[in-house]
C-alpha cells in the first residue's frame, strides 16, 4: 500500500519546527565550518523522532488508537519540519550558531532567528516576517507545551 500525501496545515508544521529547536537537546561531534551541512543532515534523525513525539502529543492526546493512526501523518510533518530547520539554518548563516547551542543543550539567538524564519516558511509568509514577534508568544500561540 502507498501512503497518499497528507494535507498538512501549514501551522501545525510552523508549530513543530518552533516546537523541535526549543526542547530538544542534540549531541554531534564539533564540526569545521566546511562540514556544517553534513552534521546537520546527521542531526536530522533525531529531530525527527522528537518533532513526530511532539506532533503526536499534540494531535493524539494519549489515545492509542489516534495515536496508531496519527503516526504515518506525523512522520510525513516531522520529515518536512526537519528539512525546513537544516535548510534555513543552513541558508541564514547560522549553522554554526545552531550546532553550538544544541551541543550545549540550550536554545540560544541563533536557533530562535532559524525557528522563526521556518515557522514563516512553512506559514507561506515572507522568511523574516516572524523575527520581532518573541518566541514564547510563538509557543503560546500554538499552544505548544514547554520542556
Known amino acids: 500500500m502507498t501512503e ?4 498538512i496545515p501549514p501551522a501545525l508544521l510552523g508549530a513543530l519546527a518552533a516546537a523541535a529547536l526549543s526542547t530538544v537537546a542534540l549531541r554531534a561531534a564539533p564540526a569545521r565550518a566546511g562540514l556544517l ?3 546537520l543532515q546527521l542531526m536530522r534523525p533525531q529531530l525527527e523522532r522528537r518533532l513526530s513525539e511532539i506532533c503526536l502529543d499534540a494531535a493524539a492526546g494519549n489515545q492509542a488508537a489516534l495515536e496508531e493512526s496519527l503516526r504515518g501523518p506525523c512522520r510525513q510533518v516531522a520529515g518536512r519540519a526537519s528539512q ?4 534555513e539554518a543552513e541558508s541564514s548563516g547560522r549553522s554554526l550558531g545552531v550546532i553550538t547551542e544544541m551541543l550545549a543543550g540550550r536554545l540560544g539567538d541563533d536557533s530562535e532567528v532559524v525557528i522563526k524564519r521556518c515557522a514563516a516558511r512553512l506559514l507561506g509568509l515572507p522568511s523574516d516576517t516572524l523575527k520581532d514577534v518573541p518566541l514564547q508568544e510563538l509557543q503560546k500561540r500554538f499552544r505548544i507545551p514547554s520542556g
Open 84 to 87: 525546513c530547520l537544516i535548510k
Open 37 to 39: 551541512g553534513p552534521v
Open 4 to 7: 497518499r500525501p497528507v494535507a
